[in-house]
């Protein structure tokens, strides 16, 4: 394994192996039938969704669920838990691994007799393997059919080098940290500028005639992974994503994903406010001192913190080596940023940036709604905004009674 | 075809004619910027992404980054240093998505977005002009 851990890493590790029990087997058992969910009368178009330290136990601010994939049309499934909640990204990944049985009986995507591989690109890294036909069911409800990745795969072990050049390879559960990545944000498809006929191509998708001989292709928008929310057959323009505030450092936080957005009783608007974005970059604005992030700030719950400025810039000295990547201010830092949607509609948030050092000190904790680090050119509202809102995520096209997605609503 | 994939043809750290090399590569427009004490050369790629590579008096690219929709080829904006971030990203780190920021002997890289919407710079700090801060390049 190169993963080699830090030393406070290391310890919090340790700990929190015990307290989650996450160094047992990776995922559920075998199970045969229909979907979880919906039993006792609760509604069907809830999931339960947690904060902890994930399967390998060093995740900080990491939001996971569970997810059940089964090859297409059939009772073979396989629940797969510490699967992460990612409004930052679209369509189900799921690591090779984390399928044990499962993986040898999906289908893969073909065309031309050439199979379908990925290369999604994230901002983190990469991920690759080949996309795989699955019906995917997250509480009571169900996908039927969905393009789906699957990472790691044995049979497409060798990462063409236009892929590998994107980035650093996350193709196993040490350094992916989860089970695989549910990308529930605004939108449908992974990659618009993949499919045929457009002028670019973003270079996710690859045609492979056989193991390590692969080249890049294009893919309709139909054939693409994405987002299962859109493919449910109700409850399918959005979702809520509902978790309780966390004044402090933790060590785990439970809370609810809800599908739909003004489908049923549980998922209303209410009094939150909408905020639209833009549909071509998915960004809002916002304010922070004197700076203005123009159509380049987001909220995902896929980021780990709130991660802002350039250290210099925000006055705030970041973390000595190995802990580099977030800030640590010798004080609490008591923040205020102003983030206004495309439609003009806006709110002034508070937020607390504390010492990521003393936060990580805590070796119980894998929650921690004070964490900040630096990042040039984006306002990126990580998990911590999450923590005591109910923020509704509108899929772009959907229509809800808040107007068409996509937007975020809270 | 394969020769010239694999070849290591960055242009972070080295000379300002890697620039040219860069954007017939990348077939892309470049465009300077003069500045005060460096020029930007920037590039849009294929896939959307804007490319700005930063030159220093003396000729050299001390800084590269990276805004749009797709990831760019790193490899090649950042040379040898790509595989010095491979190791980074590979060995120091709390498992973190969408956001990354490694520190490693020169070199300094941050990356972070969305799926669709990704910003991302590296650079040298020894390279900096006189002057010349990290909040200049992005």
Same mark, same amino acid.
């Given at each position: 394994?190169?993963?080699?851990?830090?030393?406070?890493?290391?310890?919090?590790?340790?700990?929190?192996?015990?307290?989650?029990?996450?160094?047992?087997?990776?995922?559920?058992?075998?199970?045969?039938?229909?979907?979880?969910?919906?039993?006792?009368?609760?509604?069907?178009?809830?999931?339960?969704?947690?904060?902890?330290?994930?399967?390998?136990?060093?995740?900080?601010?990491?939001?996971?669920?569970?997810?059940?994939?089964?090859?297409?049309?059939?009772?073979?499934?396989?629940?797969?838990?510490?699967?992460?909640?990612?409004?930052?990204?679209? &369509?189900?990944?799921?690591? #090779? $691994?984390?399928?044990?049985?499962? /993986? @040898? *009986?999906? !289908?893969? =995507?073909?065309?031309?007799?050439?199979?379908?591989?990925?290369?999604?690109?994230?901002?983190?890294?990469?991920?690759?393997?080949?996309?795989?036909?699955?019906?995917?069911?997250?509480?009571?409800?169900?996908?039927?059919?969905?393009?789906?990745?699957?990472? &790691?795969?044995?049979?497409? #072990? $060798?990462?063409?080098?236009?892929? /590998? @050049? *994107?980035? !650093?390879? =996350?193709?196993?559960?040490?350094?992916?940290?989860?089970?695989?990545?549910?990308?529930?944000?605004?939108?449908?498809?992974?990659?618009?500028?993949?499919?045929?006929?457009?002028?670019?191509?973003?270079?996710?998708?690859?045609?492979?005639?056989?193991?390590?001989?692969?080249?890049?292709?294009?893919?309709?928008?139909?054939?693409?992974?994405?987002?299962?929310?859109?493919?449910?057959?109700?409850?399918?323009?959005?979702?809520?994503?509902?978790?309780?505030?966390?004044?402090?450092?933790?060590?785990?936080?439970?809370?609810?994903?809800?599908?739909?957005?003004?489908?049923?009783?549980?998922?209303?608007?209410?009094?939150?406010?909408?905020?639209?974005?833009?549909?071509?970059?998915?960004?809002?604005?916002?304010?922070?001192?004197?700076?203005?992030?123009?159509?380049?700030?987001?909220?995902?719950?896929?980021?780990?913190?709130?991660?802002?400025?350039?250290?210099?810039?925000?006055?705030?000295?970041?973390?000595?080596?190995?802990?580099?990547?977030?800030?640590?201010?010798?004080?609490?830092?008591?923040?205020?940023?102003?983030?206004?949607?495309?439609?003009?509609?806006?709110?002034?948030?508070?937020?607390?940036?504390?010492?990521?050092?003393?936060?990580?000190?805590?070796?119980?904790?894998?929650?921690?709604?004070?964490?900040?680090?630096?990042?040039?050119?984006?306002?990126?509202?990580?998990?911590?905004?999450?923590?005591?809102?109910?923020?509704?995520?509108?899929?772009?096209?959907?229509?809800?009674?808040?107007?068409?997605?996509?937007?975020?609503?809270? | 075809?394969?020769?010239?994939?694999?070849?290591?043809?960055?242009?972070?750290?080295?000379?300002?004619?890697?620039?040219?090399?860069?954007?017939?590569?990348?077939?892309?427009?470049?465009?300077?910027?003069?500045?005060?004490?460096?020029?930007?050369?920037?590039?849009?790629?294929?896939?959307?992404?804007?490319?700005?590579?930063?030159?220093?008096?003396?000729?050299?690219?001390?800084?590269?980054?990276?805004?749009?929709?797709?990831?760019?080829?790193?490899?090649?904006?950042?040379?040898?240093?790509?595989?010095?971030?491979?190791?980074?990203?590979?060995?120091?780190?709390?498992?973190?998505?969408?956001?990354?920021?490694?520190?490693?002997?020169?070199?300094?890289?941050?990356?972070?977005?969305?799926?669709?919407?990704?910003?991302?710079?590296?650079?040298?700090?020894?390279?900096?002009?006189?002057?010349?801060?990290?909040?200049?390049?992005?």
């Amino acid at each position: 394994m190169r993963f080699v851990r830090l030393q406070f890493t290391a310890m919090v590790c340790a700990a929190l192996i015990c307290f989650s029990g996450c160094g047992g087997a990776s995922s559920g058992s075998n199970k045969s039938g229909s979907g979880s969910g919906g039993s006792g009368g609760s509604p069907t178009n809830t999931v339960a969704i947690s904060v902890n330290a994930g399967p390998t136990g060093n995740y900080a601010n990491g939001l996971f669920a569970t997810v059940t994939v089964c090859a297409s049309g059939t009772s073979n499934c396989q629940a797969i838990n510490d699967v992460l909640v990612d409004t930052g990204s679209f &369509g189900l990944r799921i690591l #090779s $691994s984390a399928l044990n049985s499962l /993986s @040898s *009986a999906l !289908s893969n =995507e073909t065309a031309n007799g050439n199979t379908i591989v990925e290369c999604a690109q994230f901002s983190d890294g990469i991920t690759w393997g080949p996309v795989a036909i699955a019906d995917v069911k997250i509480g009571g409800e169900a996908a039927s059919a969905i393009p789906v990745q699957v990472i &790691g795969s044995p049979s497409f #072990s $060798s990462v063409p080098s236009g892929c /590998s @050049s *994107a980035g !650093s390879p =996350e193709d196993n559960q040490s350094s992916l940290g989860t089970n695989g990545i549910l990308g529930i944000g605004n939108f449908v498809q992974d990659c618009p500028a993949c499919a045929p006929g457009t002028t670019k191509n973003g270079n996710f998708y690859y045609a492979c005639s056989g193991p390590s001989s692969c080249s890049v292709t294009t893919v309709s928008l139909a054939d693409q992974v994405q987002n299962p929310v859109a493919a449910f057959s109700t409850d399918n323009n959005g979702v809520v994503i509902e978790l309780p505030a966390a004044t402090s450092s933790t060590t785990s936080l439970s809370g609810s994903m809800i599908f739909g957005i003004g489908t049923q009783s549980n998922n209303a608007l209410g009094s939150a406010k909408v905020y639209t974005i833009n549909p071509s970059t998915g960004n809002f604005s916002t304010t922070f001192n004197s700076h203005t992030y123009s159509d380049s700030s987001f909220l995902d719950t896929g980021s780990n913190a709130y991660f802002f400025l350039d250290s210099a810039e925000a006055g705030l000295p970041t973390c000595p080596s190995p802990a580099n990547g977030f800030y640590c201010p010798s004080s609490p830092a008591n923040l205020t940023a102003t983030n206004t949607g495309a439609n003009n509609a806006s709110a002034s948030i508070p937020f607390t940036v504390d010492n990521a050092e003393t936060l990580f000190s805590n070796v119980n904790a894998a929650v921690f709604p004070t964490l900040g680090g630096p990042l040039s050119g984006l306002f990126d509202w990580g998990l911590p905004f999450f923590y005591g809102r109910n923020v509704y995520v509108a899929i772009a096209g959907a229509s809800t009674p808040g107007g068409t997605g996509p937007y975020w609503a809270y | 075809m394969l020769l010239a994939c694999s070849f290591a043809f960055g242009v972070l750290g080295q000379d300002v004619t890697s620039v040219r090399t860069d954007s017939a590569r990348i077939k892309a427009a470049v465009a300077v910027l003069p500045g005060q004490s460096y020029s930007v050369h920037e590039m849009i790629a294929p896939t959307g992404t804007t490319i700005k590579e930063f030159v220093s008096p003396a000729g050299e690219v001390f800084a590269v980054s990276w805004q749009g929709p797709y990831t760019p080829d790193l490899r090649q904006l950042m040379g040898d240093y790509f595989d010095q971030y491979l190791r980074a990203a590979q060995t120091f780190r709390r498992i973190a998505r969408h956001v990354v920021h490694i520190e490693t002997g020169d070199l300094v890289f941050e990356s972070g977005g969305h799926m669709r919407f990704i910003v991302g710079r590296a650079y040298l700090r020894s390279k900096l002009p006189d002057g010349v801060t990290a909040d200049a390049i992005r």
